[in-house]
């Protein structure tokens, strides 16, 4: 039986511009929404609205057994929190996961932040310096893509990134992967060292990375909803994900408005469009 193939076609990569955009869209969308007193409902219910917009759906709702636009994970949830009527408070740590499907093609992209709270000065400098760390560990294995010739590179550069900026947990039970004409597809994308070398990266190649960080140790559970992801120890923790095309010419961030140039021109790498 033939392998289905990782890489996908110029023509393919370019119509996964559209659910890139809207799912981009889906974040700014909850992004504005997200404050203290706002609930997760609330957000879901913005990034639904911002898909719509677009002429798209929510791949999320795809999922079996699942009935929101979005993943909303809260302190020390860290992946696949459902949203609810919980007022977000002062000092919260929200990360917001999104997808959208547009003519069977999927984007996948994730943030974090902070909520604001002067009463708590060191637990939100906390919360928000892990923020920046994920983040940063995002663009720098988005930056290794654009040169690596394998892929498990990318999880060589977060590590070596996330490890030069103190002590900080990365999961292992849960990493990136493959996108196209499902959300989840080959390859894994690892955010830290593996033995193996992984696929040639070659243009074609289309894959979601997201790092998850934890401020303490990397032990999880599943909560009783039998969706959320939460912290053993109860610390916080981040998550962020862009989805990333390899073309003839270089690297594109489908998920990002501008293709991911301001988070990558500190790292010297120029994101180019899509032929």
């Not at 547009?102 to 974090?112: M, P, R, Y």
């Not at 994920?134 to 294995?141: A, D, I, M, P, V």
């Not at 292992?172 to 955010?191: C, K, L, Q, W």
Request: glycine fraction near 10%.
């Amino acid at each position: 039986m033939l392998r289905k193939s990782i890489y996908k076609s110029p023509a393919q990569m370019r119509l996964m511009v559209a659910p890139g955009l809207a799912t981009a869209a889906s974040l700014d969308a909850a992004r504005a929404v997200l404050r203290a007193g706002a609930t997760t409902l609330d957000i879901d219910a913005a990034a639904e609205a911002a898909i719509t917009a677009r002429g798209g759906s929510s791949n999320f709702k795809l999922e079996p057994g699942y009935r929101h636009t979005v993943c909303a994970s809260v302190n020390d949830d860290v992946v696949h929190g459902i949203p609810n009527t919980r007022a977000i408070a002062p000092g919260d740590l929200v990360s917001v996961d999104s997808g959208a499907v547009i003519d069977g093609w999927n984007g996948d992209a994730a943030f974090s932040l902070v909520v604001p709270d002067p009463a708590q000065p060191e637990l939100v400098a906390d919360r928000q310096r892990l923020v920046e760390v994920t983040e940063q560990s995002l663009w720098h294995g988005i930056a290794r893509l654009a040169g690596a010739r394998h892929l498990n590179e990318v999880g060589e550069a977060i590590e070596d990134y996330i490890e030069s900026q103190g002590t900080y947990g990365i999961l292992t039970d849960y990493v990136g992967h493959g996108i196209g004409r499902s959300m989840h597809e080959a390859p894994p994308v690892f955010n830290y060292r593996v033995r193996q070398r992984g696929p040639e990266v070659k243009p074609g190649l289309v894959v979601a990375i997201e790092p998850m960080v934890v401020l303490g140790d990397i032990d999880t559970y599943v909560r009783d909803d039998d969706w959320t992801v939460a912290t053993s120890d109860g610390k916080a923790a981040a998550h962020w994900e862009h989805s990333v095309a390899v073309h003839k010419d270089g690297i594109w961030v489908l998920t990002a408005a501008d293709g991911g140039a301001a988070g990558l021109a500190p790292l010297g790498v120029s994101p180019v469009p899509l032929p």
